[in-house]
């Protein structure tokens, strides 16, 4: 039986007393509670204060809990709110597209694969929910670099691997094909990722108007493309689509 960390578990413990009792606590309040020494709740508290997990009032020199444990709890709301208002969306984007569907978000410079509907067909696939993309040169990663301040932020700080021949790592080149996809209202990757694959995405939208996330459909060049560019029918459903997932979450008509 895998043993508990008994330092991790006190800590737990304390958010759980933070989150659940009076605003803020001392800490001889924390410390009775919990059955520590003053010292040993104190190195926790500290810890936990570093990360920003929790906040120390300066005048009464009470603990509350922090804003990077807030943040971590609203992002995983709203990823969570933002796959269950996109399931039927994409699986109806995916039988009438006849290829694979993505919903992905920002996270840590890159795009993190919150659901994916398989192509639907007998072919052998591979679940990617938990998969990273990069931001430069997936029509996700540039839908979200173009509508999110903060992705674009990221991706000027991020490593910009080339992939292919035809994949753009300058940042001015990068940032004409970001103009690009804020007028047009979607972006594509051609053969820019990975040979023989394209994709078209939009931005999602929540009520605020913020970008939460984007929504593509990719597949193998043949099927996707015609003449060199991405199928107008298909690149009209995945815009669609971003329109009624963002519509779910409270975004006004546009």
Known sequence: MAKHIQSLERAAAML????????RLGLSDIASALGLAKATAHGILRTLQHEG?????????RYQ??????????????V???RARALVWTDDLARSGGEAVYLGVVHQQGVLIVHHVFRPDDSRQVLEVGAMQPMHSTALGKVLTAFDPVAHAELVEAKREPFTSRTLVELPEI???????????????????????????????DRHRLAVGAVGITGAVERVCRDGDLRPELVAAVRDTARSVSRDLGAKPF
């Open 16 to 23: 759980r007393l933070l989150a659940g009792g009076e605003r």
């Open 53 to 61: 997990f929790v906040e120390q009032d300066p005048g009464s020199g």
């Open 65 to 78: 809990l922090g804003a990077e444990l807030l943040r971590l709890g609203t992002t995983y709301l709203d």
């Open 80 to 82: 969570h709110e933002l």
């Open 175 to 205: 940032e004409r094909v970001l103009e690009r996809t804020r007028s047009q209202g979607y972006a594509t990757d051609l053969d820019e990722t990975w040979e023989g694959v394209a994709s078209v995405a939009a931005p999602i939208f």
